[in-house]
């Protein structure tokens, strides 16, 4: 009730306002950010042509290589990132990346306030339900997966002797499970993989066990639920996907933990990269208002205990995000509960100031970006009306200069929505990692969402693209005669059979598991 109640304020409030609405855009908008990182569209283009054509003689001393993926008319998607044989490859079998329609004119769904409403409150019905694993930490604390599975299965659990790839879903940080996630878990298991959503502590009905809540990048437990991810399916790949704010702990992760986060390849929808900035300019009052009202009712179930370890007078008559997120976890800043003088009122601001700080300190998700070693790919679009203005929010150096990192940026999309003209009938990605199994018509029944495919194609090719240097290395090594057939094992693809779907029945199970008592065994 409460979110069309929302839903039903935000349409009034877009529809007052929709003569001026900026985020339509005009025609010279798709050039600003080229003209900002002095590439004019033409020279964008023929440095397209001399990526994809010249793949194996072009290596020159660019800053970055910056593909615009359109046809003659407009130009919809660009693609940066830094020269490399990944990105040459990229370039060249992901045809979705240059696929994508999004909605013109005064169709509601090419205004990105809207679309990005639609995509967080509408609800959908999903063919998807989940059975939970309640995964007991090093603290005592709990955390959840939620392992989707097809209505028409069988078998609830999966055998750890499967090789399908796991896929990781991190939705945003307040725990909210969107239409986005939903779409991904049914396009997922259509194409073979085993989605599995994260949950932090006290998100979507999991039990809070400790006064611990978990920090916006901290990745600790995300880290142990990875550990026991790849001991309940030690055969299949794991791959990675975040949704808006939970970009935050994906990234952290992938930076603490570099070449030993046992993730293949990594994707970002519409990821948050400068998050203290994003908390201190905070959003329009609407989404702000929104937001902090949602977090409120999740943390209002354990107002009392939470009352043991933080001022709650503090945390629930906060108005925005950064208010939340000082009450929570910058304590220092609300230690003392009597008046104080002007001095020490001066003393307290710094103290807040400082923790503040501080916390971000161990927060800011691109803190340790330097050692990630995987692929991650970022999708983002320009009039995003969440994480804001492009040149202040995204990192284009980053990934002019970093070869693991590719931003994928279209002209419109909003805010996780990217909706396409021919989503209705959307066909699906070109298989999952490596595999021509044909999508679920019944599965994919609502059409796929466009990122959606560009995720799993990109997936696909990254899976590829290993697969072929690790065939190289071991053909070169046999041809020296160092017994190159004993090198690592090859990633082999598995196509997965379709059923059609049949109605879904109301079964979740709950397991508590001390994993890392029959992990050290």
């Known amino acids: 009730m409460l979110e ?7 349409v009034i409030l877009v529809v007052l306002i929709w003569p001026g609405s900026k985020y339509f855009g005009s025609e010279r908008q798709p050039d600003a950010l080229l003209q900002g990182l002095g590439i004019s569209q033409q020279g964008a283009k023929d440095k397209i042509g001399r990526t994809v054509l010249d793949r194996e003689g072009s290596d020159h001393a660019q800053a970055a290589c910056v593909g615009a993926l359109s046809d003659e008319k407009a130009r919809t998607v660009v693609l ?10 990229l370039l060249k079998h992901c045809r979705t990346f240059s696929n994508y329609s999004p909605f013109v004119g005064w169709n509601w769904r090419a205004n990105a306030f809207l679309q990005s409403v639609y995509e967080v409150c509408w609800p959908y019905e999903s063919p998807v339900q989940f059975v939970r694993d309640n995964l007991q930490l090093s603290d005592d604390g709990l955390v959840a997966l939620d392992w989707a599975v097809s209505s028409y299965q069988k078998r609830r659990r999966t055998s750890s002797h499967s090789t399908s790839p796991v896929l990781l879903i991190i939705p945003n940080s307040l725990g909210k499970i969107t239409r986005n ?3 991904l878990c049914e396009m997922a298991l259509s194409h073979g993989y085993l989605p599995v959503v994260f949950n932090r502590r006290s998100h979507n009905g999991t039990p809070l066990a ?8 901290d990745p600790a437990d995300l880290r142990e639920a990875v550990r026991y991810i790849r001991y309940r399916q030690p055969a299949g790949r794991l791959y990675a996907v975040s949704e808006s704010s939970g970009s935050g702990l994906l990234l952290s992760y992938l930076g603490e933990c570099g070449s030993s986060s046992y993730v293949t390849a990594a994707v970002c929808l519409s990821p948050m990269f400068r998050c203290q900035s994003w908390f201190e300019n905070g959003l329009c009052w609407p989404l702000q208002w929104a937001l902090v009202l949602y977090q409120k009712i999740c943390l209002s179930r354990y107002r009392t205990v939470l009352g043991e370890a933080m001022q709650t007078d503090s945390l629930f008559s906060s108005c925005s995000l950064r208010g939340m997120e000082e009450a929570l976890f910058c304590q220092t800043g609300h230690v003392s509960t009597t008046p104080a003088a002007p001095t020490g009122t001066s003393s307290s601001s ?20 330097d050692e990630v070693a995987i692929p991650v790919l970022s999708v983002c679009a320009q009039d995003d009306p969440v994480r804001g203005d492009i040149h202040s929010t995204v990192p284009l150096e980053l990934f002019e200069t970093n070869p693991h990192f590719f931003l994928l940026l279209t002209d419109h999309g909003g805010h996780c929505g990217f909706s396409t003209q021919c989503e209705g009938s959307a066909a699906g990605a070109s298989g999952a990692v490596g595999s021509v199994a044909a999508p679920n018509s019944g599965m994919e029944r609502h059409g796929t969402n466009w990122s959606h495919r560009a995720l799993l194609e990109f997936f696909r090719a990254t899976t590829d693209f290993f697969n072929a240097e690790e065939r190289a290395k071991q053909l070169a090594a046999r041809r020296r005669g160092l017994g190159g057939g004993a090198g690592g094992r090859v990633f082999r693809h598995r196509s997965i059979s379709t059923c059609k ?18 992990y050290t065994r």
């Open 4 to 10: 069309w109640f929302v839903t039903l304020c935000i």
């Open 80 to 89: 940066i990132c830094k020269p490399s044989a990944l990105a040459n490859y």
């Open 181 to 183: 996630v939903l779409k």
């Open 210 to 217: 400790t006064l611990k809540l978990q920090q916006f990048g």
């Open 350 to 369: 710094s103290n807040i100031s400082g923790a503040w700080d501080a916390y971000w300190e161990r927060n800011e998700p691109l803190r340790d970006v």
């Open 501 to 518: 779907r049949v109605p879904v029945c109301s079964h979740n199970i709950h397991a508590i598991y001390n994993w890392q008592r029959s």
